[in-house]
T-cell receptor, first 111, second 115 residues
Framework: AQRVTQPEKLLSVFKGAPVELKCNYS??????LFWYVQYSRQRLQLLLR??SRESIKGFTADLNKGETSFHLKKPFAQEEDSAMYYC?????????????FGRGTQLTVWP | DVKVTQSSRYLVKRTGEKVFLECVQD?????MFWYRQDPGLGLRLIYF???????EKGDIPEGYSVSREKKERFSLILESASTNQTSMYLC??????????????FGPGTRLTVL
């Protein structure tokens, strides 16, 4: 079975502070993990994927297979980072392209 | 610019009515998905389709059905709407190729209220 856990429903930080959104997963195979983001009044969209190992809008995420985690980090949060963030896992063992989403973390960055 | 469109942004229906939610994508994607989004519950997959006339149940298919007669269109049907189906419904699509299938493109959502 696949499962993605985001332990924090809400997260608040002040502008300029570091932020870390937690994601843990359980998966029997080799996972592909992603972060999706939904800004207010906008569509849900892909933020980053672990295989790219890139930084998007200052965010990075490292896959830690030992801890089965894929936490999203940014060293200096900005107000425009306020959004709902979803961690997602791809079932590579399936040909159907399904994603399993966590319950999401609402990030608020205060001025 | 890639596009997933949904037929309505807001919809109000009465208990027992049959409700159709339509989704159209113009990216020639093979895969299409219907989710509902509820506070505290995140995104839950209702149904998905990986080809015309093909469908697979997601995690919460009860009370819903789907139709995919054309590649670009995926419809979600509530046979007899109930108040617990009040929610935001999101449609998404993705390509089938291994390299591209994990990026799902989402529509703007339909907020359905069942009275």
């Amino acid at each position: 079975a696949q499962r993605v856990t985001q332990p924090e429903k809400l997260l608040s930080v002040f502008k300029g502070a570091p932020v870390e959104l937690k994601c843990n997963y359980s998966y029997s195979g080799s996972p592909e993990l992603f972060w999706y983001v939904q800004y207010s009044r906008q569509r849900l969209q892909l933020l980053l994927r672990h295989i790219s190992r890139e930084s998007i809008k200052g965010f990075t995420a490292d896959l830690n297979k030992g801890e089965t985690s894929f936490h999203l980090k940014k060293p200096f949060a900005q107000e425009e980072d306020s959004a709902m963030y979803y961690c997602a896992l791809s079932d590579r063992g399936s040909t159907l392209g399904r994603l399993y989403f966590g319950r999401g973390t609402q990030l608020t960055v205060w001025p | 610019d890639v596009k997933v469109t949904q037929s309505s942004r807001y919809l109000v229906k009465r208990t027992g009515e049959k409700v159709f939610l339509e989704c159209v994508q113009d990216m020639d994607h093979e895969n299409m998905f219907w989710y509902r989004q509820d506070p505290g519950l995140g995104l839950r997959l209702i149904y998905f389709s990986y080809d015309v006339k093909m469908k697979e149940k997601g995690d919460i298919p009860e009370g819903y059905s789907v139709s995919r007669e054309k590649k670009e269109r995926f419809s979600l049907i509530l046979e007899s709407a109930s108040t617990n189906q009040t929610s935001m419904y999101l449609c998404a699509s993705s390509a089938r190729t291994i390299q591209r299938r994990d990026e799902q493109f989402f529509g703007p959502g339909t907020r359905l209220t069942v009275l």
